[in-house]
């Protein structure tokens, strides 16, 4: 059996990829910050956070994988333009898309 994870798991988009790998028969195991969609594994997950993609992947305890969908990141409208957009929540943005990105892979 494929052995696959998606990040972002439990969102509009990522639970529709988990929901479609595991109807072609994948292993498929979301790591979110939120509850994923029933009949997914989940593992609580910060992927912007190393200590956190550390310890989601040894609470996973595979020794392979077939896939990795890096799908998580901040999609937050009411973060407004980006010219009054804080440091922090640009910081947020930026560990959930690329940060996280980079620690999965």
């Known amino acids: ?11 509009l ?3 529709g990829i988990c929901q479609a790998l595991a ?5 498929v195991v979301s790591f979110d910050k939120k ?10 997950c910060d992927v912007g956070d190393e200590a956190s993609v550390a310890a989601a992947f040894e609470d996973l305890g595979w020794s ?4 990795l969908v890096n799908n998580a990141g901040i999609a937050d ?6 010219a ?3 440091l922090e929540a640009w910081r947020r943005t930026l560990d959930s898309h690329l940060t996280g990105a980079f620690l999965m892979s």
């Not at 509850?35 to 609580?44: D, E, K, V």
């Not at 392979?64 to 896939?67: S, T, Y």
Request: charged share 15%; net charge negative.
């Open 1 to 11: 059996m494929k052995r696959a994870i998606v990040t972002g798991g439990a969102g």
């Open 13 to 15: 988009i990522g639970a």
């Open 23 to 27: 109807s072609e028969g994948w292993q």
């Open 35 to 44: 509850a994923a969609a029933p009949g997914t594994r989940q593992i609580l």
């Open 64 to 67: 392979e994988l077939d896939l």
């Open 77 to 82: 409208p009411a973060n407004g333009p980006l």
């Open 84 to 86: 009054e957009l804080s």
